[in-house]
């Protein structure tokens, strides 16, 4: 497994800001993912974050919403940009291929944001 | 079309007794992954169990099983004597071609609730 922290843990924000998180792996890895969770919801994913590229986004997510960065293979951020009560989510960074299993898939704590 | 669905949006039982978590998927892909994860209050995504399509054997690990059928396309968990710890939110997710896909297509969760 991998052991995966986020930044901050939880924030609440004011409208038109911006909020950028932090995902930390204790080990490289070939995939990180961002999710956003809203309230009462199941997970959706908002991107593939790639090392070295720009981050490969799902449909109905853009780049300038939620710029990404993948500087290297254990760390990776996420941006909410000019934020609404709609952004208000627990967003979570995933990653896949520890150890060079497939398949395998773990989560961070999340990061829950408030946006009033 | 929903590639997974939990059609059990909320149960609740009492302590001790067994409960069983519906889910059923469905892909054109020969080769995916089968998970589940639980989600307690303080939401985190905690990792239970992975299943290859190649791998139909039923699986146990203490009071957790796990029943793979392709034929039914459907991944059932049951939790045994249920205890009050086991109250969260429990996701059925599905990745096609996991060494190459990016994406966990999740279903929309079941939240169970022991009742002392």
């Known amino acids: 497994s991998a052991v995966i922290s986020q930044k901050p843990s939880r924030d609440i924000c004011q409208r038109g800001t911006s909020l950028t998180i932090q995902c930390q792996v204790d080990?490289?890895?070939?995939?990180m993912f961002w999710y956003r969770q809203q309230p009462g919801q199941s997970l959706t994913l908002i991107a593939t974050?790639?090392?070295?590229?720009?981050?490969?986004?799902e449909s109905g997510f853009v780049i300038d919403k939620f710029p990404i960065s993948r500087p290297n293979l254990t760390f990776s951020t996420l941006t909410v940009s000019n934020m609404s009560p709609e952004d208000s989510s627990i967003y979570l960074c995933s990653v896949r291929g520890v150890g060079g299993v497939p398949g395998e898939q773990f989560f961070g704590p999340g990061t829950r944001l408030t946006v009033l | 079309a929903q590639k997974v669905t939990q059609a059990q949006t909320e149960i609740s039982v009492v302590e001790k007794e067994d409960v069983t978590l519906d889910c059923v998927y469905e892909?054109?892909?020969?080769?995916?992954?089968l998970f589940w994860y639980k989600q307690p209050p303080s939401g985190e995504l905690v990792f239970l169990i992975r299943r290859n399509s190649f791998d139909e054997q039923n699986e146990i690990s203490g009071r957790y099983s796990w029943n793979f059928q392709k034929s039914t396309s459907s991944f059932n968990f049951t939790i045994t004597a249920s205890q009050v710890v086991d109250s969260a939110v429990y996701f059925c997710a599905l990745s096609e071609a996991p060494t190459g896909a990016n994406n966990l297509f999740f279903g929309t969760g079941t939240r169970l609730t022991v009742i002392p």
């Open positions: 974050a790639n090392q070295g590229s720009e981050a490969t986004y």
């Open positions: 892909t054109r892909d020969t080769t995916y992954y």
């Open positions: 080990s490289q890895v070939t995939m």
